[in-house]
């Protein structure tokens, strides 16, 4: 089974461009997570989707940030414009709490963003 | 409202000594708790995960852990380091309302 898959995994771009990440879960995961890890920050959770609908969007940073699911089998995360402060790796993660799963994260590889 | 604390965030011990991170959490129901491992350049992966049942769970790479309900405790342990263990260590607790909580997460090197 494909686990999570990210793209791209390296991005470099320079301040004041749009960035789009991309993201597509595990067939059959409901629930959808978008995180930001940094150095500083650890951790963070930015937005999450069940079944396509975003459920708690608090962890977006501001205005620039937005994520779309317009189906079950794929997530965007844009940045627009762009900033160096929002260098970081971001993360995509899948779950589903059907049938009493535990709702175990899977999580993608990554997508490295450097913004000059 | 649940949180995990994770003691130390850098942890180093030499190859062959016993490895200890230590998760404490907070719940208001009894919760389902895990650990994650993230290799450098890499996702997080699930290393183990408590959920219902025996105390001491056994994960991948011959870690476990064992659940302490009285303690609130799940702390993550390896009898013997080697060196591939080094990377960064989070735990997590779910109290299967909201997404998991992460703890700050333990970077745990190994010296040859």
């Known amino acids: 089974d494909a686990g999570v898959i990210q793209s791209p995994r390296h991005e470099v771009t320079e301040m004041g461009q749009e960035v789009t990440l991309r993201c597509k879960p595990i067939?059959?995961?409901?629930?959808l997570f978008w995180y930001r890890q940094t150095m500083m920050r650890g951790l963070e959770l930015l937005i999450y989707f069940n079944n396509n609908v975003p459920i708690d969007d608090s962890g977006m940073p501001e205005d620039r940030f937005s994520a779309k699911m317009p189906n079950a089998s794929f997530s965007t995360l844009k940045i627009q414009p762009s900033e160096p402060r929002d260098s970081a790796v971001y993360f995509c993660?899948?779950?589903?709490?059907?049938?009493?799963?535990?709702?175990?994260?899977?999580f993608g590889e990554g997508s490295r963003l450097t913004v000059l | 409202a649940q949180s995990v604390t994770q003691l130390g965030s850098h942890v180093s011990v030499s190859e062959g000594a016993l490895v200890l991170l230590r998760c404490n959490y907070s719940s208001s129901v009894p919760p389902y708790l895990f650990w994650y491992v993230q290799y450098p350049n890499q996702g997080l992966q699930l290393l183990l995960k408590?959920?219902?049942?025996?105390?001491l769970v056994k994960g991948i790479n011959g870690f476990e852990a064992e659940f302490k309900k009285s303690e609130t405790s799940f702390h993550l342990t390896k009898p013997s380091a080697h060196m591939s263990d080094a990377a960064e260590y989070f735990c997590?607790?779910?109290?299967?309302?909201?997404?998991?909580?992460f703890g700050k997460g333990t970077r745990l090197s190994v010296i040859a």
């Open positions: 997590a607790v779910d109290s299967g309302n909201t997404p998991l909580v």
């Open positions: 993660a899948s779950t589903t709490r059907d049938r009493g799963d535990t709702g175990e994260l899977f």
């Open positions: 067939s059959g995961h409901d629930y």
């Open positions: 408590y959920t219902t049942g025996a105390t």
